[in-house]
Every structure is written in C-alpha cells, then in structure tokens.
C-alpha cells in the first residue's frame, strides 16, 4: 500500500513540476500513462541532482503524510523558539488547511517586537478572510494599509471585500478601485464589477466588464486557461445587461 502511494505521490509532484517549468507536453503523456517508468525517467533527467535531492524527498512525504511536517515543526519549535520557526509552523498550517491553528501562530510570532510584522499581518488577513471573520481581517489589515506592500496587494483586495461584508461600502470601494490595474488582476476586476453592479452603478460595472472582456483577447494561451471561469463571468454578466 505504500509503495503505491509512494508512486502516486512521485507522479503527482513530476506532473505538477511539469505544469510550474512549462516542460513540453510529451511529458505529460509520458507520465500520466508510464505510470511508474515515465515518472522515474522524467525524475532523473529533469529533476534530481544531490543537492534538491533533500528538498524532494520532504515535499513528497509531506504529500503522503502532511501531519508529519506539522509534528516536526512543533518538536523544532519546543526545542527553540525563535521567529522563523513560529512562522514555519504557522505555514505548514496553511498548506495544511487548518487556518485557526495557524492564526494561533501567526498571532503568537508578533509577540516577538524585535522582529517586522508584516509577514504575519499578511497572512492573518488570508487566513481570517478563509475563515470569513471579515472582522478579523479588518484588524490586521489595518495595521499594514500604508505599507507599500500592501497596494494593489491579495491583501488589499481582501480587506476591500471585508469591508463590504461589514457594510462600509465607501471604504471598500477605497480599496477595490485600487486593485483595478489594466491586464492584471483579472479575478479582483471581476469583483469590482460585480460590486458596481450590487450597488445599482450599471454603467461603471459594464464599463470594466467591458474592458476585462477586450483584455482577454489578447491574452496568451496560459493566462486563458488559468483565468477561463472569470472570462466565461465576465462574458455572462455582459449578456445579462
């Protein structure tokens, strides 16, 4: 049982190595249907060498038992309770999808007032925002709005839509007109489309419907893939006006 889920695992990270470098499409036949071949020739040839070799073997038992990174990263952190391990473990969390645990850490890093906080603020923002305590988010984001960072940031967008939850509408929209950035921020765009329209502004919404439409026209191939549920929206609330 093991050894298949060691095979599984080991496709799974080539096949998502293959996607991340843009390798040619072959290896994904290759891969897919060698199942244990195809992976061990994609391995050797465009992955291994002595030096990743470590880093490899933890990201696939983190695959197979992801608790076991978790557990490690408590053990480092009892041993020696410095920033960076809190932080580590605090992330290990997140990958893990145990948001209230990894606010627990994140919270219990900015205790340490030598070090910056905006890493932590950062992630507070997202992880409350997953949890939809807008209130939360609301907090965190305020301590880090004028950082430079945090313009036109996941964060910003994030504490924009917090905010409309909240009910301050003006504020959010402060925030949400921030992120609109020509040929970027598609997803964020979207929303701020969609808040125009909530809030009976039909012209402003179909304006930047409009403009995320004709964007996605010269958009490459990749980016039409990654970004096609929000075209196929766009494309929708447009008919619908």
């Known amino acids: 049982m093991f050894r298949y889920y060691l095979i599984i695992a080991i496709q ?6 293959i996607y991340k470098n843009r390798k040619p499409y072959y290896w994904y036949f290759l891969v897919f249907f060698i199942p244990v071949i195809g992976p061990i020739i994609y391995f050797i040839t465009n992955i291994y ?6 880093k490899i073997q933890n990201e696939i038992t983190s695959i197979i038992n992801p608790t076991k990174k978790i557990r490690d990263l408590e053990k480092r952190l009892e041993f020696s309770e410095t920033y960076s391990n809190g932080i580590a473990l605090a992330d290990a969390y997140v990958e893990n999808g145990d948001m209230s645990n990894a606010i627990v850490n994140y919270k219990h890093t900015l205790k340490d007032t030598d070090q910056n906080d905006l890493y932590a603020r950062q992630r507070l923002v997202l992880c409350y925002f997953q949890l939809e305590d807008f209130e939360g988010v609301v907090e965190h984001a305020e301590k880090i709005k004028n950082k430079s960072e945090f313009v036109g940031s996941k964060q910003q967008f994030c504490y924009g839509l917090a905010l409309k939850q909240l009910g301050k509408v003006d504020k959010a929209e402060e925030q949400l007109k921030q992120i609109d950035r020509p040929y970027s921020n598609y997803n964020e765009r979207l929303e701020l489309a969609k808040f125009y329209l909530e809030h009976n502004r039909t012209s402003e919404g179909k304006e930047l419907l409009e403009e995320i439409a004709t964007e996605s026209q010269h958009m490459t191939k990749p980016n039409r893939r990654i970004y096609r549920s929000t075209i196929i929206e766009v494309e929708r609330l447009l008919k619908s006006l």
């Open 49 to 54: 060498n002595r030096r990743d070799a470590e």
């Open 12 to 17: 799974g990270y080539c096949l998502y190595h």
